[in-house]
């Protein structure tokens, strides 16, 4: 049975540019490129040297600290380069990609078989998918989660619909869910929007939560605090929805298939609309195909508030399924604070008019309209932050690296994203979520 989740606090950010619902099918891309970065906390110990021939599922390297969390190439090919930054840190792994793609096969999986299924997700490169909070780290395979939650719920600017780009994928989501349910004792808990159709209505053994409310009411976060919060101690999974797909894929089928649906949205775009490729895919195989509106953009692997700048010419990311377009803000506005503002959003009324047209759609530019200073007490973040936390003073917490009082106010259960929208609304310009992102490292360090 469905139960209610009805979010107040938030803020809805309407920009122009959202993708139609009209799928196409991109470009086979020339290269694919795996970014270590991607996986947060994890050095990657390399299985293949370059100039390897790698079929897609194959091994190209695993995490030195668990050498059974393996890491898989998304297509078959050769792998062309390996990238390096400072202190040789792996920054990039270009694969050159096969005209057709040749999959490794891993063979079908017991699904009544929790140590099968775990052991096949860690072999096949499917357990990066799942992370954990605390700490928001791929899991620990080790430890058994109280639940695990699942979003299908996008309110993020622009973000992918849910319910076009997973439409037709119930054999595969149902799949994933059944083996999943052997991992842990607990429920897994589905967030899906209260007016749509989900195909998650239609799945069996997941508890399901009609959501609704401004965003972040579509974040796996808010989910978590509304349903089972975490306490210390404890911990939870949590899987994009999109990534059940390719694991119910894999258990099912024995073949690892990274194709993703993803989102072309942004007011530089000139028809914003979804495209079907795969992970670490070339971004340019899709975006020059939509058109540009102008030159000086800015090209976000992700969500305007959540994703990573990337170049034209650069690769989507693996845990993204929207690839934003927007204007490049990189100009200054003349006395632009001290006069009325009708084109930006905004949550005060200080020379803002937005709240009087709250379903108008803006195009944004990357500009923060400001500087970064000192922060000001204002009461605006908790006005659109639906989590039973104090924000400010768990940032400040963070800023001090108070273990003690970051535990106290609720960091087990958070994530940067969110504090996005804190971020945004932000009139101090601090950058919330590489506050919450080094929070969550040091507590990972100093308490584990």
Not at 380 to 403: G, H, N, R, T, W
Request: proline fraction near 5%; hydrophobic fraction near 40%.
């Amino acid at each position: 049975m469905s139960k209610d989740i009805r979010i107040k606090k938030g803020l809805n950010i309407r920009l122009k540019g959202a993708a139609s619902p009209e799928i196409s099918g991109a470009p086979r891309s020339r290269t694919f490129n795996i970014r270590p970065a991607d996986f947060h906390l994890i050095t990657p110990k390399m299985v293949i040297k370059e100039g390897a021939k790698i079929k897609a599922g194959d091994d190209i390297f695993y995490n030195k600290a668990n050498e059974s969390m393996r890491f898989v190439s998304p297509v078959s090919g050769t792998l062309k380069e390996i990238r390096r930054g400072a202190k040789r840190v792996i920054t990039d792994i270009i694969i050159e990609a096969d005209k057709e793609d040749s999959y490794r096969d891993f063979g079908k999986t017991d699904l009544s078989n929790a140590e099968a299924v775990k052991a096949r997700l860690l072999e096949a490169g499917c357990w990066p998918f799942i992370k954990q909070r605390p700490y928001d780290v791929i899991a620990n395979p080790e430890v058994a989660p109280k639940a695990i939650f699942v979003s299908a719920y996008n309110t993020a600017p622009m973000g992918a619909d849910y319910d076009l780009i997973l439409a037709g994928k119930e054999e595969q989501i149902q799949a994933a869910i059944d083996g999943l349910k052997t991992l842990t004792a607990g429920p897994i808990h589905v967030g899906v929007p209260k007016k749509g159709n989900s195909v998650f209505n239609n799945i069996n053994g997941i508890s399901t939560h009609n959501v609704s409310g401004p965003h972040p009411a579509g974040n796996v976060g808010t989910l978590i605090g509304h349903v089972d919060p975490i306490n210390k101690g404890e911990t939870v999974w949590t899987i994009h929805a999109e990534d059940l797909v390719i694991i119910g894929e894999l258990l099912a089928t024995g073949h690892y298939k990274a194709d993703r649906i993803v989102a072309l949205a942004g007011s530089s775009v000139k028809t914003p609309k979804y495209y079907r490729t795969k992970i670490g895919a070339e971004v340019s195989t899709f975006v020059y195909d939509s058109g540009l509106n102008e030159e000086n953009i800015r090209v976000i692997s992700g969500d305007v508030l959540t994703g990573n700048q990337i170049s034209p010419e650069g690769h989507l990311g693996y845990y993204h399924s929207v690839v934003s377009v927007i204007p490049e803000g990189d100009d200054y506005e003349f006395f632009g604070w001290n006069k009325p503002i009708f084109n930006k959003i905004s949550t005060t009324r200080a020379l803002t008019f937005s709240w009087l047209n709250p379903k108008k759609e803006y195009e944004l530019t990357t500009n923060t309209n400001g500087e970064h200073r000192a922060f000001v007490v204002t009461g605006a973040y908790e006005e659109v932050f639906p989590l039973d936390i104090y924000p400010l003073q768990l940032l400040k917490s963070c800023m001090v690296q108070d273990l003690d009082a970051m535990e106290a106010m609720g960091m087990y259960e958070v994530a940067p994203e969110d504090f996005a929208v804190t971020e945004f609304i932000c009139v101090s310009k601090q950058p919330h979520q590489k506050i919450i992102r080094e929070g969550l490292d040091l507590m990972y360090k100093e308490i584990g």
